[in-house]
């Protein structure tokens, strides 16, 4: 199996984790967030929902200019599963076809002329366009618990929601 | 290079992440939770310093019983970075000589007899020792913001730090 297989599969599964979370963002707390250097809700939702796309887009080109990280908010959260759809889909299309040497090959970010960091496409990938992307899901789930939305099962069991309760205990309450 | 060497080169690259977030916890508000249903400050940063050494001893196993998740709390946050740190070199003694073989094969947890998740050793490694470590830091980086804790340099810049930022954007005020 070429290593991108492994890496998109990766995605998709954990895409299904994420459906399951934006799915949740209330339409009515768009702008809310936890503190005043935060970004609000609507910007994290948008910002998970468009990640994978995005960056194995800009990963799948030999370098990419400084980003300038700016952070549009959904003005809408029923914009958020479709977002979330095509941004896989724009990941896949992106990648899908890459050999195991472009994904060794070193991928660059660049100041006009100037290296401001160099690593292996792979790295890139596995730290920007899936760790990264867990880290904002995690934050996620604080900004959820706080606004009272019962918070789906993530890796492990939720206050809300426990995938290894026994059947038995289940079916007790 | 072995599967298992990705995975714990991986591992001790996050590991300094992790340590610029931990190494801030507050000793003042170990017992802040942003809800009722939160984990406390403390929790929450002893479950990430523990999580690598913990799973990784775990996944060395053929098996293991349904996990009781309980979350202890240090008793001060001067415990955090040593307890990273002896998570670290656990991971790397109970995973380190795995081959790839023993990664692709799989590995169970029980309840009693009964099989209740079984997936090759390396998708769980992946799955919760990793991903599941990163979700957890980026929970923690929301708590830190709402306690006015500068949020350290992530996967990008925080509103606090920006490692992408020009060096004479830098030095000026």
Do not use: C
């Amino acid at each position: 199996m070429a290593i991108i297989d492994g890496m998109l599969q990766e995605l998709e599964q954990e895409a299904q984790t994420t459906r399951r979370v934006l799915e949740r963002v209330p339409q009515a707390h768009l702008t809310w967030k936890p503190h005043e250097k935060s970004m609000s809700l609507g910007q994290l939702a948008l910002h998970i929902a468009t990640v994978p796309g995005n960056v194995a887009q800009m990963i799948a080109q030999p370098s990419m200019q400084r980003p300038a990280f700016v952070q549009p908010a959904a003005t809408q959260a029923s914009e958020l599963l479709p977002a979330l759809e095509n941004t896989v889909k724009q990941a896949r299309a992106a990648l899908g076809s890459m050999d195991d040497a472009a994904l060794m090959a070193t991928w660059k970010v660049l100041d006009g002329d100037r290296e401001i960091m160099a690593m292996p496409r792979i790295a890139a990938l596995r730290a920007i366009m899936l760790n990264h992307w867990y880290h904002h899901r995690g934050q996620m789930s604080v900004y959820l618990r706080q606004l009272n939305v019962p918070v789906p099962s993530i890796y492990g069991p939720s206050a809300d929601e426990n995938p290894f309760a026994q059947p038995a205990a289940t079916a007790a309450r | 290079m072995p599967l298992v060497e990705t995975l714990l080169q991986e591992l001790e690259q996050e590991a300094q992440t992790t340590r610029r977030v931990l190494e801030r916890v507050p000793e003042a508000h170990l017992g802040w939770k942003p809800h009722a249903k939160s984990m406390t400050l403390g929790q929450l940063a002893m479950h990430i310093a523990i999580v690598p050494g913990g799973v990784a001893e775990a996944a060395a196993q053929p098996s293991m019983q349904r996990p009781l998740f309980p979350q202890p709390s240090p008793s001060s946050a001067s415990e955090l970075l040593p307890m990273l740190d002896d998570s670290v070199k656990r991971a790397r003694k109970a995973l380190e000589g795995l081959d790839d073989s023993a990664m692709a094969a799989t590995w169970r947890i029980l309840d009693g007899e009964r099989e209740i998740l079984a997936m090759p050793r390396i998708a769980f490694l992946r799955s919760v020792m990793l991903n599941h470590w990163y979700h957890h830091r980026g929970q923690l980086s929301v708590y830190l913001r709402q306690l006015n804790v500068p949020v350290p340099s992530i996967y990008g810049p925080s509103a606090d730090e920006n490692p992408f930022v020009q060096p004479a954007a830098a030095a000026a005020p």
